[in-house]
């Protein structure tokens, strides 16, 4: 079973407000005018390099977002916990940096790690830091003032570190603490990511009192496919509702995922956890199943994070997207990667819009998608197969959806197929990236491929035009193919088949900019489809500040 089958967050949906009116603090007009890639509704600080999402959670009204940044440049290095807040997870306020480099156990570093609330509302964070000896250690920080709201203090603990590399753990592998979660026992658990004997390894320790870790005999799990997990992710789903749990939940009503972050990608597996032998059951391992392995996103998504919202009784995903091109176009930018928050949310539908329904697509042809600003935009499509039968075979040899992308892109007709969007296009089709899908028979089972191809996606020279592929798990004689794909400057991540695939891509066309840039539906298919429906309006800004201004976030 797929985690978007029974996850309330989806994963495949961005949390967007079609109604923000707002805009970015810094500029806007001027950022518009020299800087095509910096986005409008996507979490990015004002400047610099930023990295993996820390410690996401909600306390008391406020979403709280930790990330990895460098202070002083669009480079990574110099690593802290910058620190942003939003009452609507649109639109932030940026606060003073959380945590910095300060004590002999973090010193030459603050790297990642998650939020635990304990009893009493009391927010902690667990981080790995790197210290003196270049050791990595598990340290711990809590608010100076729990009356402050916006958390803007926090303190570190005494008795850093909490975690030393001992026992066999090699000190460069070891990393990245999880939200914690407490057993039946009141004894409170979390892992860190590891590698030992060369294999991923989810470390896991106990404490009763949040301050003294006892590592466990056994990890929680552990590879002999992959190598180093980062960025480990473990938390209980619902299977009976659509509603999050919180992390500490156990019951037969709920699985549990494990997420690590490894080989450029975020994957993950569902399994049984025994709290009262602290063991994980897998349903499927890591790497067991060839081409349908289980990812987060089949594109450039890495380190993410989650949380539990308990207001919303949703949880939420955060993930990391970096650049596709040079270190030193993001010297010159002056700023380098972007945030992705995704859950399901009800849309308000702004003024620019367009809809249409029932319309054919001839096998060849490519229409406008007129009226919107498809540069900052939301197209959601519906395509109905007219003539399945006429699906090619399968190759029993094509089993790496990505590599079959790369050979098949969307300028290679087939029978059904490729259809889709070409988003960030020029009118003339010179710059365009397609994400679109090919329908393959084999027997009486058919395979949905879907593709995100950047190969076309500018004629600026040394960017990485990556061509992405994931097959999804759908029946296409029983519904429709969907498609959404939210468009953002220098970003368009896709949702194919109601999420069950995801794809980003960071995209950075030198001509579809701004007003240059076009939104097409297309079928360079031998066989003809039909758009069932389609709608796509134009996306409005977040407004995203700094406290330095003393502006209060926009509700």
Not at 161 to 170: A, E, K, R, S, V
Not at 384 to 391: G, K, R, T, V
């Amino acid at each position: 079973m797929e985690i978007s089958a029974f996850w309330v967050v989806g994963i495949c949906f961005l949390l967007v407000d079609h109604g923000v009116h707002a805009s970015h603090n810094t500029n806007r007009n001027l950022q518009a005018t020299y800087q095509p890639y910096r986005t409008a509704y996507h979490f990015q600080p004002p400047k610099n390099w930023m990295n993996d999402p820390n410690g996401p959670m909600y306390h008391k009204g406020l979403y709280h977002l930790f990330y990895q940044y460098n202070p002083y440049g669009a480079v990574w290095g110099n690593i802290t916990w910058a620190h942003s807040v939003s009452y609507d997870l649109v639109n932030w306020v940026h606060i003073d940096h959380a945590i910095s480099p300060s004590q002999p156990s973090d010193i030459n570093g603050c790297w990642s790690g998650s939020t635990t609330i304990l009893p009493g509302e009391k927010p902690t964070i667990l981080y790995t830091g790197i210290g003196t000896k270049n050791r990595q250690v598990q340290n711990l920080a809590m608010p100076k003032n729990l009356s402050d709201p916006l958390l803007r203090e926090w303190i570190k603990s005494p008795y850093n570190p909490l975690m030393t590399p001992i026992d066999g753990i090699d000190p460069d592998f070891f990393r990245d603490p999880t939200t914690a979660w407490q057993g039946p026992d009141k004894i409170w658990r979390v892992i860190v990511g590891s590698q030992i004997n060369g294999h991923g390894t989810a470390i896991l320790y106990r404490s009763k009192d949040f301050v003294n870790w006892t590592r466990s005999d056994n990890p929680l799990h552990s590879s002999v496919k992959t190598e180093m997990w980062e960025c480990p992710d473990f938390f209980p789903v619902g299977i009976s509702s659509t509603n999050g749990v919180d992390t500490s939940s156990q019951d037969k009503y709920t699985k549990h995922v494990l997420k690590a972050s490894f080989n450029h990608h975020d994957y993950y597996i569902l399994g049984s956890y025994m709290p009262e032998k602290d063991k994980f059951s897998v349903e499927t391992d890591f790497m067991d199943s060839t081409g349908m392995d289980l990812r987060y996103d089949y594109g450039k998504f890495y380190a993410s994070k989650t949380f539990f919202d308990s207001a919303m009784k949703r949880r939420i995903l955060w993930g990391w997207i970096n650049e596709s091109d040079s270190e030193s176009d993001d010297i010159k930018k002056g700023w380098s990667g972007l945030q992705s928050g995704r859950l399901k949310k009800s849309r308000n539908y702004g003024p620019r819009t367009v809809s249409f329904h029932a319309k054919k697509l001839k096998s060849g042809s490519t229409i406008e998608v007129p009226g919107i600003t498809a540069s900052q935009a939301d197209v959601e499509v519906s395509f109905e197969l007219l003539n399945l039968e006429e699906a090619e075979l399968m190759d029993p040899s094509w089993t790496d959806p990505q590599l079959l992308c790369s050979q098949k892109k969307a300028s290679v007709r087939g029978k059904l197929g490729p259809f889709g969007l070409l988003v960030f296009a020029t009118k003339d089709l010179t710059e365009q990236t397609a994400i679109y899908f090919r329908i393959f028979r084999r027997k009486d089972k058919y395979i949905v491929l879907m593709c995100s191809d950047q190969s076309r996606s500018s004629v600026r020279e040394g960017l990485d035009k990556t061509t992405y592929g994931a097959f999804i798990d759908m029946d296409p004689r029983h519904e429709n193919i969907t498609l959404r794909s939210l468009i953002d400057h220098s970003i368009v991540e896709s949702f194919g088949g109601e999420g069950r695939a995801c794809i980003t891509a960071r995209v950075y066309p030198k001509l579809a900019i701004h007003k240059q840039a076009y939104l097409f539906a297309f079928n360079h298919g031998t066989s003809h489809v039909k758009i069932s429906r389609l709608n796509a309006w134009t996306m409005e800004n977040a407004q995203i500040v700094s406290t330095k201004k003393r502006r209060k976030p926009h509700v």
